[in-house]
């Protein structure tokens, strides 16, 4: 592991050191578990308490908080302080380099630097892989799939034939990306398969967790913008289009042809119908259900099954719950 | 990729063509990406707009619809003469047959003509795999399996032991059939395992989405009836019996011994409590609930938790949005 | 198969046996699909009846049930004594020790007495793998995980580096362990990663269904209980503590820093916010949501979202299917 002086540390956030700034930092830790090589962060008053009160050689915090007689590091920003410096302190531990054996890498995929390819995963033919990615045990990479540099695809991921990954992309194990998308005509007897002939284009930086799918459009592409981070056991239906910098928490689903802008957020469990939009900067509580179809505004906090503004919806949880004792 | 005219394409759809009989076609998209070789469809005024403002060398619609000058085909059920024209114009890639040094199968495993099993799969003792059936990579398919023929297991698909699959079925990556079921007998202290000694049988032509799971039956039989479409992220319980042409949607919890009859349709994130049964043809919103050893009636649309007729909840739903506003 | 005769079995399960005790059984079945050498169960009046008048060669019941001429075993609790002695009946087949040529095991993991390693498994550097455990095909041991005794992983399991599993543990397929739970810091315009440095901690005892998560901790530990169970595609967040002898169903999503004490039941499609605390006992009905940083009490039965205790939920929902019908 990397060390680095608490003087060097508060350099590299543009924060102020107080105390020893000499010493030597190795690690980084929660208060409760930190030895005197750690650094924590605090940003509240509780926090600030219990990482006071922790043998961590070093607390970073805001300037309101007082620390008499502490190590600290003075930023505006501790937890994002802390996120930046970590990387440094415990830097990744990324795979070495090179094809397993028991890897099957077909003979026209092309391989960046550096990439790392581990024991039974299988890198179909045409396949390109971006500079020191990272394609764990038990991937499967489809034919004429395009990576970028730098993605993290961790155990037992699925690419589907033909889809693409920007840089920096981390998938989860269990994430399939590019499956058909639940697409049927009715004949009045049976479901009949509508063609999924699109594809899946997922930006740089964009993260998915354990066991998510996106799947492949119909005609067209599914899309996730740039820097969008999806949780796990998340649904993402043909022809979605996602926008930048979006969170989306775990057990969301979202139908076909939803439209997503930038910088939604969807806490857990919420469902979206088919060709629902979502318009920049609206926030999706909980569970909440919004219709095939429907808009939620620009900024909007909605709530509820089916979706409505959140202060009405608490307005008719409070009257009900005035019924409920009544009767 | 194979090529039609104008005028083959609308004898196999048993369509009437209009324009240049003779053009020639080789591909299928949405209007917007569509070019001259491609075909496309409307089935509405407003996809009709864009059908027939788009490149694309011959639109598929009904007598309804004007369409002055352009090379069309008129047919009664546009989307549905299209699913069936793609089939022609971009037939699915299958892996060739045969297979992969770096898969495993035991020397008593079963294998059709002109099957496919990728790098990594493995094909445990016993299991029997029907004609041109497609394991992909990382597939297990365990011992005693018995697969029809046509079958279709995207990478990473797990079959448990002694479970059954009819012909032309389509499981997509990641989805699990055959695990325990959650059976526990509670001994007034911790939980003990009950048996989960049946298994799992999957009837012709059912499509089963991404990382869904369908458990094996405790004792018995745990079935998807020949026909059904399931989507990702769908948990079928332990003893579910599931009839013919079902449609459900993506994070659908089924619980264990529901009897689901056919023609059912279930929208998003529906949850059904323990010993269900739904009615043939019933409609159940997104995100409703059924309780425990409740009926939901053939035929019917439901909706919420606990799910009622959806007049009813949206009488309710109605009355209680006057109610949040009068006080 | 083993052979038992009704005098063994009774006695195995500190029973009496009525009718010929001589009677060799060799199986287990539901009443249904029962033969004369299987051991069935009834727990309550109705299937009894379907008990009595089936096939099988021997009944368990309790006391209060009459069974004229019929071969029985009378036991307290039967459904318990039936699963106890199906586990003499069918024992569990496990595969045979030994590692898979076509597997890929580190040279310095470590594996105990009469472990079994599937073919295209990956064992890390590192790991440890107690004795009897089961790896099966497909799975993935991160670098550095622990893992107990007697465990079983189902095929195309994931373990992230370093966590840790009991004695007895089966992980179902698609099961992971240890991802990255879903934290960032939003720094005004995009999302930075927050470190997910800690780790999971899986006691003894626990069963994961099929395609859930476990994610890692923040910093510090993600732990289950021992004796805990966890049905198919359920989401546990990063830093949740739960407690023992839990039962979780099917698509529950659990947040990050939730607490969850001993003995708590939740049904399908829960969903808990941040910083939640699940008191001993407490029963949390399907679908229903608890808001971040809430307390459900200890024992309580809560409902809806946001939950409230069942008696108040189901008086709001009478007045409010009441005020239905009025407008």
Chains 1, 2, 3 share one sequence.
Not at 142 to 168: K, M, Q, S
């Amino acid at each position: 592991m990397p060390e680095y002086t608490v003087r060097e540390l508060a350099e590299f956030c543009e924060g102020r050191a107080e105390g020893d700034l000499d010493r030597r930092l190795s690690g980084a830790a929660a208060p409760e578990g930190a030895t005197v090589t750690d650094l924590v962060f605090a940003d509240s008053e509780r926090t600030a308490r219990a990482a006071l009160q922790s043998s961590a050689g070093c607390v970073l915090l805001d300037e309101s908080l007082p620390a008499p007689g502490r190590t600290v590091i003075r930023v505006r920003q501790p937890k994002l302080a802390f996120a930046r410096l970590v990387v440094r302190l415990c830097p990744a531990r990324r795979p070495a380099p090179g094809v397993h054996p028991q890897a099957s890498v077909a003979a026209d995929a092309r391989l960046g630097r550096d990439v790392h390819v581990g024991p039974s995963a299988a890198v179909e033919a045409g396949a390109v892989i971006g500079d020191r990615t990272v394609v764990s045990s038990g991937c499967v990479v489809g034919e004429g799939t395009r990576i970028g540099p730098d993605c993290f695809l961790h155990g037992n991921v699925t690419l589907y034939p033909g889809v693409t990954l920007g840089a920096r992309v981390i998938l989860h194990s269990g994430v399939v990306i590019g499956a058909d998308g639940f697409g049927y005509v009715f004949n009045g007897k049976s479901y009949e398969k509508f063609p999924q002939l699109g594809t899946v284009e997922i930006g740089d930086d964009v993260e998915i967790g354990a066991n998510s799918s996106v799947d492949r459009a119909a005609l067209g592409v599914t899309r996730i913008g740039s820097g969008t981070k999806i949780d796990n056991l998340v649904q993402v239906g043909h022809n979605v289009v996602m926008g930048e910098h979006c969170a989306i928490a775990s057990l969301v689903g979202i139908s076909g042809s939803c439209t997503i802008d930038h910088h939604v957020v969807m806490a857990g469990q919420v469902g979206l119908g088919d060709h629902v939009r979502i318009e920049a900067g609206a926030v999706l509580g909980g569970q909440c259900g919004v219709l095939p179809h429907k808009t939620v505004k620009r900024g909007a906090t909605v709530w509820g099954t089916p979706a409505r503004p959140i202060k009405d919806y608490l307005r008719q949880l409070a009257a009900l719950a005035r019924l409920g004792k009544k009767s």
